[in-house]
């Protein structure tokens, strides 16, 4: 039996309480005193969190393992407090058989750092042409419920509408990358607007994103369906949303940490490490999001974890590859730029980067309380920990790290994966003690 005591936690940042797990499963919250042995994590004034959900990362295996793997994407997810991320389907081959699915899940499995969720494809080939395998990866041993042509919109409203329709019976979701390919096609890569035009660069308008929004969600409302907006970045997109919802629509949306932080005027330096699609909006964007995201018309975080090698993304700024990573540092950006100025509170968080994502993408274990029998996915965050990025450490394969030097307050100091310590700050810090033995009563 494994046993694991983590001693004063702040549960969602309130009253300090132990936490005893026996095999993965939360046995005992309270002033704890077990017997035998014990490991013993040390978590004096830290919040306790249950483990983060990520509903949108790039593992980029099968096919560009010179950029991320499984393994190293899994360990990253770990360092960053993550018990659970959705892999996009945009790999090579495209996850868009039942095979690829249990494939991925596989490789997940096998890491045991954090649970590998596969996205499968709505498309074959991500073409938008011809729909996937959507009922046979849904009935495979991979569970596919969450479904995305990510990186291309499925802008043929007759194959959206057919893919909400499959879908429903089995309790699917149609995440969709929201980009109207007449109104920014592939060229497209900076905000539209007054810096587009000084910089040179293609324009990407907010209504790209908002009219395909606008359509999906009427999409939904006709079939019944779920849909989830990818990446949320307009604050047009976010009055869609919010009257959707309003009409009692099934639409659920996410926004990225870069896009709650970023603005497009660092698109100046034409540094490439800022391409990302949806690019980087004004402030008044930015703002917009992070109001959606409080009062809950954006349910989610979700980080958009994009590695790439150096070979494609160190080019001029139109030819470089779109996309930033961000699983190592979502929580710190989160605690900075909405913890600290008191937009949201630890329980706040909880419900933004765990217990809705794991509700949208259908996994029952993640997300729960922290309470006596429930699973023991837990992600322990120092808030006053003062953090500085550094892009030569991440755990990522790859180093397009747009927080680079940056310095944040607020930092994950464990992981919790199934009752097993996944990340800590090593074996000489007063987060991780070894194994102890007690004896009956004894205190530890």
């Known amino acids: 039996m494994s046993r694991l005591l983590?001693?004063?936690?702040?549960?969602?940042?309130?009253?300090?309480?132990?936490?005893?797990?026996?095999?993965?499963?939360?046995?005992?919250?309270?002033?704890?005193?077990?017997?035998?042995?014990?490991?013993?994590?040390?978590?004096?004034?830290?919040?306790?969190?249950?483990?983060?959900?990520?509903?949108?990362?790039?593992?980029?295996?099968?096919?560009?393992?010179d950029a991320e793997t499984i393994a190293t994407g899994s360990a990253a997810a770990a360092?960053?407090?993550?018990?659970?991320?959705?892999?996009?389907?945009?790999?090579?081959?495209?996850?868009?058989?039942a095979e690829a699915a249990e494939r991925v899940l596989d490789l997940g499995r096998a890491c045991g750092l954090t649970q590998v969720v596969p996205v499968g494809a709505v498309t074959k080939g991500l073409a938008g042409a011809e729909l996937a395998e959507l009922g046979l990866m849904a009935r495979s041993r991979a569970a596919v419920r969450v479904f995305s042509d990510d990186g291309h919109c499925v802008h043929d409203a007759r194959v959206m509408r057919r893919a909400l329709e499959y879908v429903k019976p089995f309790g699917g979701v149609i995440s969709q990358h929201a980009q109207d390919p007449r109104l920014a096609g592939p060229d497209a890569c900076c905000h539209e607007g007054e810096v587009s035009g000084r910089l040179g660069l293609p324009g990407w308008p907010g209504i790209a994103e908002e009219s395909i929004v606008a359509r999906d969600v009427m999409l939904a409302r006709h079939t019944g369906s779920r849909v989830h907006v990818a990446h949320v970045s307009t604050a047009g997109t976010v009055e869609v949303i919010r009257w959707a919802k309003a009409q009692g629509i099934d639409v659920t949306a996410e926004v990225t940490?870069?896009?709650?932080?970023?603005?497009?005027?660092?698109?100046?330096?034409?540094?490439?490490?800022?391409?990302v699609n949806p690019p980087l909006r004004p402030s008044e964007d930015v703002e917009a999001l992070r109001a959606a995201l409080v009062d809950g018309t954006i349910d989610a975080v979700a980080t958009d974890h994009a590695p790439h090698a150096r070979h494609d993304k160190e080019h001029a700024f139109a030819d470089?590859?779109?996309g930033m990573l961000g699983l190592e540092t979502a929580m710190s950006v989160v605690s900075e730029v909405l913890v600290r100025p008191g937009l949201l509170d630890w329980a706040g968080v909880a419900r933004v980067m765990s217990i809705a994502p794991a509700r949208i993408g259908g996994l029952a274990a993640q997300g729960r309380s922290l309470s006596a029998g429930e699973p023991a996915h837990i992600t322990l965050v120092d808030a006053e920990r003062e953090i500085t990025v550094d892009a030569t450490t991440s755990r990522s394969r790859s180093r397009n790290n747009p927080w680079h030097g940056r310095t944040f307050r607020g930092?994950?100091?464990?992981?919790?994966?199934?009752?097993?310590?996944?990340?800590?700050?090593?074996?000489?810090?007063?987060?991780?003690?070894?194994?102890?033995t007690a004896k009956p009563g004894a205190d530890l």
């Open 320 to 322: 470089a590859a779109f």
């Open 257 to 275: 940490p870069h896009h709650l932080a970023l603005t497009t005027d660092l698109l100046t330096g034409y540094d490439p490490v800022y391409k």
């Open 411 to 436: 930092a994950v100091e464990a992981t919790v994966h199934a009752g097993r310590i996944t990340h800590g700050r090593g074996e000489t810090s007063r987060i991780h003690r070894p194994l102890k």
């Open 79 to 97: 360092a960053g407090g993550y018990t659970a991320v959705f892999a996009m389907a945009n790999t090579s081959p495209v996850t868009d058989t």
């Open 6 to 65: 983590i001693r004063g936690a702040r549960l969602l940042g309130a009253e300090a309480a132990d936490l005893l797990v026996e095999d993965g499963v939360i046995r005992e919250v309270g002033s704890v005193r077990p017997s035998g042995d014990v490991e013993v994590l040390d978590a004096d004034g830290l919040v306790a969190l249950p483990g983060l959900v990520d509903l949108h990362v790039h593992l980029r295996e099968p096919g560009r393992e």
